[in-house]
């Protein structure tokens, strides 16, 4: 799964080219075989075709520029939790298709939610997020496209370095390599490839003794806080899934716990700015 998460990146243009059978047939296993950051919590995976989804209004033409074959639609009911949860379990998708050769782009705000929920039988607050699922188009527009994208996004697409967002002990302290289990700081390097909006990568990673904390910058920024919907957390439950898959790849077991209900008593024991939200905690 590390090889899927240093080669995935956002595709914004796709070939005509249809998916296989077998392609189909692979997305849908990875979607069956999707495991929860918490079970507890009601959050649907759908794999659509173009035209189940709505059409190119639907899935925001201004994005993509031209149809994918297939998306991947994240729904739930409003609950506490959903929008990490949404963002741990879709990741999981998205790096199978990446496994598979297959471009994918996160999307939060450039669709019709309206139009997407209608087709799903759902209320429009309950649909999330979506992703294009389909072949690269090579040519210069596919090139283009994510050149102008990227171009607009927070700091051109470049991601921050590890020691701006990782903390050992205290908020505030860099994480140094060396300081730290070998598989834990390449974990950490995987966080730190997840895809998140605008690419403003609101998260941080405290490791404090044998648990390490993933903490949501709740601030808003490029429209990441509409009502209901608080981005920053979805981007939070990628980047955690990240870190468990490599964790995992590792050979590693352990498991992310929620904190849900409990925020403000660890945000205050951890020592956090007010605007930093503890979402989970991983046992090492």
Avoid at 9 to 15: E, G
Avoid at 159 to 179: D, E, T, V, Y
Wanted: aromatic share 8%; net charge positive; hydrophobic share 45%.
């Amino acid at each position: 799964m590390i090889a899927a998460i240093c080669a995935r990146h956002s595709v914004r243009r796709y070939s005509p080219e249809p998916l296989s059978e077998g392609e189909w047939a692979a997305l849908r296993r990875a979607v069956a075989a999707v495991e929860p950051l918490d079970g507890s919590l009601e959050v649907h995976l759908a794999l659509l075709s173009f035209d189940e989804v709505g059409g190119r209004l639907a899935v925001g033409a201004l994005l993509t520029f031209n149809p994918a074959p297939a998306y991947l639609v994240l729904h739930a009911p409003q609950q506490e939790g959903r929008m990490e949860e949404a963002g741990f379990r879709g990741e999981q998708v998205i790096l199978a298709a990446t496994a598979l050769g297959l471009g994918t782009c996160w999307v939060g705000g450039t669709f019709s939610a309206g139009a997407v929920a209608k087709r799903l039988g759902r209320p429009a607050a309950d649909v999330l997020a979506i992703s294009p699922v389909g072949h690269p188009d090579p040519g210069r527009l596919g090139r283009l496209s994510n050149a102008a994208t990227e171009a607009v996004a927070r700091s051109g697409g470049k991601r921050k370095p590890l020691a701006s967002f990782c903390f050992r002990q205290h908020w505030g302290i860099a994480l140094q390599p060396g300081l730290v289990p070998p598989e834990v700081y390449r974990a950490l390097e995987m966080a730190r490839l997840a895809p998140s909006w605008s690419n403003l990568q609101p998260w941080y990673f405290l490791v404090e003794g044998d648990a390490v904390w993933a903490i949501g910058d709740s601030r808003p920024q490029r429209f990441n806080d509409r009502p209901g919907k608080p981005y920053y957390r979805l981007d939070v439950g990628i980047a955690m899934s990240h870190f468990w898959l490599a964790m995992r790849e590792a050979g590693h077991g352990g498991r992310w716990y929620s904190v849900r209900g409990h925020e403000g008593e660890v945000q205050e024991r951890l020592g956090l700015p007010q605007a930093m939200v503890p979402i989970g905690h991983y046992r090492l």
